[in-house]
């Protein structure tokens, strides 16, 4: 029998455009995987690496053009969003980069014998290794910033680890495209082929968890999807670290006093956060806990005329805005919801945006479950609540989230106590990321940032954003009483390579 073909398909039109490449059989998948197996030693170099990271940036920038319009064609996204993603994109790249010329990411700790101390200190050296093969899950909606060139392919490369990346099937060309520039960009440095290999089909990425000389795993997408990854990872012979980002609703809680002093301000930004990309973000606000009467009133308001005006949009396949129409459609059917500027199709391929509301309290009722589960696209839900209890008993009720945000009143901001501390404190043990009086969309990428969060917003406490996502391709390990020519050279006495340490006399 013969592979099953991969196409690339225009989400305006659900026509195919070509055919990208075949499902990879388990051949295929334990070729790639044993090569890039293979490719450690090559990898190990940090000099290599820090220079095969800014390469691969440069290549890319330098294919902006076919990259975008590749990129487009399978996602509907448009060019301004692309070209902005591949800014970012390549940013990662040459930021992991510095991090890795920086070296402070090898936690490099040196403890002195002290033979005075109970029970006495022997000498300790410590620091990280690479795990090794790293298999990476892209993205559906970051067609590069978290698929073949995005943020997990980066750290991973950054921390040693070579990697096999099952692509996406919405973007198959545009993964393609992008492995072809980083191999390039591997072998202008003498890197093998194998350092970066890409597989396509579903049983693919089955096949790639379960493979034992694969040594980690890196995941965003959904929660059924993820979970079935994470439950095999941990079913192996040798189980193994899954970083996985699955779903979150990303509550955001409006207060009385903010509704009352920002209502125009808080309606128009919250429509804008729903609906960028249409509302296909990961960090989307979901739930929204907007207080009842006038000023609520107010806000709703303000969020209907501007998401009024935003214009229908395509989501990224079929199978998603199919599943997009009937969440909206259970949302809407369950009494006292009621919608507004109703969320539905428009034409045979594009969705319109819009919300939900219902009161608070009905939250607490098992049959309104659906209502605190995250539906992919441009919709979101009010929940309008009485008080203070009425919200928390619907943030009591709320699983993990990459996000939480609170709108606060310019007073509520100047107290070290009361409410919003209070709201502070709540949402905090619920998410990975606290924004007052902003949005959770746009996760900028820094050394400070947390992308993550509790189950089910990811499978470990790690992120997936920002210069620490290196650390989740890393493990530690001490050297005692090793004489200083066995050392690796990150730890000899002399410091050869100027690493940072911390020392302890």
Known sequence: MSAAPVWSVDPRTGKQLEQVAVEATPQDVDAAVRAAHAARAALADRTTRIAFLRTAADLLDAAVAEVVETADAETALGAARLTGELARTTYQLRAFADAVEDGGYLDIRIDRPDPSLVPPRPELRRYKVPLGVTAVYAASNFPLAFSVPGGDTASALAAGCPVVVKAHPDHPATSELCASLLRRAAAEHGLPAGVLSVVHGFDAGLEL?????????????SVRGGRALFDAAAARPVPIPFHGELGSLNP????????AERAEEIGTGLAGSVTLGVGQFCVKPGLVLLPQGTDGDRVADHLAQAIGAAAPGVLLDQRMRAAFLTGVRERAALPGVEATRAPGPDGEHAVAPGFLSVPADRLTDPAYEVLLEECFGPVTVLARYAGQDEAGAVLARLAGNLSATLQLSAAETEGASGPAADLIGRVTALAGRVVVNGWPTGVAVAPAQHHGGPYPAATSHSTSVGGTAIER???????????????????REANPLGLPRRVTP
Do not use: D, I, K, N
């Not at 968890?209 to 997408?221: N, Y």
């Not at 955001?252 to 509704?259: G, L």
């Open 209 to 221: 968890v379960r493979h034992p000389l694969v040594a980690a795993a890196g995941f965003t997408g």
């Open 252 to 259: 955001v809680v409006v207060t009385p006093a903010a509704a």
């Open 473 to 491: 391709w890393l493990r530690p390990v001490a050297f005692q009483s090793v004489p200083e020519p066995l050392l690796p050279p990150e730890l």
